[in-house]
């Protein structure tokens, strides 16, 4: 009994410091702060409630997939973490998501790109568990016996909505699938799908191929000194960085402002930035359109602006 105790008291500080019993020092904690009850009424009141009765904005594109430049890439960005990456002759999507509420959450823009007017897609890619990220109608409307691949800990999820081989990868695992080099990459942020499947990994991706640009998407994540190793061990193109709902009811650090993914940008040494993760599910407190309005300002002070390439839902960008 006392060892159960003392088990149940080391997981409860471990998951309020951040952290794991397997010693990740990436994962945040999943205790609320402090003042939980007051910032949920006002994410209700001034978020959720006028999301949810106000039209969905944007439209979906039919846009030509034939045709890539050699030597290019063609990023489609479908909406908050979900891209349609063209390159090497393959298409590769990360983190499909077109459901249009998640819970009470309402999708407040339309996807830019429709599952069944896409290319035949070679390669699916999961950062983690979360709903946002791993929506399992979405996968499994473009499931048709590819690889799919997912973080240690996510593969249960994913088995059995009808892809061939199901690939969980750790921390700086490196994988190459479809002419694709594919290593996974720590982020700080965690993994649980829900409360007590802590167990579930979390990260994001470094794509490469042999004339092809290097592209990185960074998941979901708070800042942290890791954006320093990754730049240090990759040469980015392209980096995919998330930029919202870092004013969450929890109150706890697991996304980067505006400001904090231009730092996390400056870190990697990437060429070019794309900003995700916002305007799509009102997740957060932050008012839906202040990420992009803080990026324009904080880029243009700091002499990134031309660095940064804004992508409307469904169109190409080619880098």
């Given at each position: ?24 020092d ?36 039919r ?34 998501n ?96 829900y ?21 990185y ?20 193109d ?41 305007r ?10 202040e ?29």
């Amino acid at each position: 009994m006392r060892t159960l105790a003392r088990h149940l008291h080391r997981k409860t500080k471990s998951l309020r410091r951040g952290g794991t019993d397997e010693g990740d020092d990436h994962q945040v904690g999943i205790v609320p702060r402090t003042g939980w009850s007051r910032r949920n009424l006002e994410f209700l009141r001034k978020v959720l409630i006028p999301a949810a009765i106000k039209p969905r904005k944007g439209q979906q594109q039919r846009p030509d997939f034939t045709g890539l430049p050699a030597g290019k890439a063609r990023v489609f960005w479908i909406g908050h973490a979900s891209f349609l990456i063209q390159m090497a002759g393959k298409n590769i999507l990360i983190d499909p998501n077109w459901a249009l509420w998640l819970s009470i959450v309402k999708r407040v823009r339309h996807p830019g790109l429709l599952a069944e007017d896409m290319p035949r897609i070679d390669l699916v890619l999961i950062t983690h568990a979360h709903h946002d990220h791993l929506d399992m109608p979405s996968i499994e409307q473009v499931a048709d016996g590819q690889p799919i691949v997912v973080p240690k800990g996510v593969g249960s999820l994913v088995k059995r909505r009808g892809y061939g081989e199901v690939h969980e990868m750790q921390k700086w695992d490196r994988l190459q699938l479809e002419g694709i080099d594919i290593t996974f990459t720590p982020c700080r942020h965690w993994g649980a799908r829900y409360v007590h499947d802590t167990h579930r990994g979390f990260g994001g991706y470094m794509l490469q191929a042999p004339e092809s640009p290097t592209i990185y998407h960074c998941g979901d994540s708070a800042y942290f000194d890791g954006f320093y190793e990754i730049g240090r061990r990759f040469d980015i193109d392209l980096a995919l960085m998330p930029i919202g709902a870092y004013r969450p009811v929890s109150g706890r650090e697991v996304h980067m402002n505006p400001e904090e993914a231009l730092a996390a940008f400056r870190d990697l040494k990437a060429r070019r930035m794309v900003p995700m993760h916002f305007r799509t599910f009102p997740l957060s407190r932050e008012p839906v359109d202040e990420p992009l309005e803080r990026l324009m300002l904080a880029s243009s002070a700091q002499g990134l602006r031309d660095k940064i390439t804004l992508l409307e839902e469904g169109e190409p960008g080619l880098f």
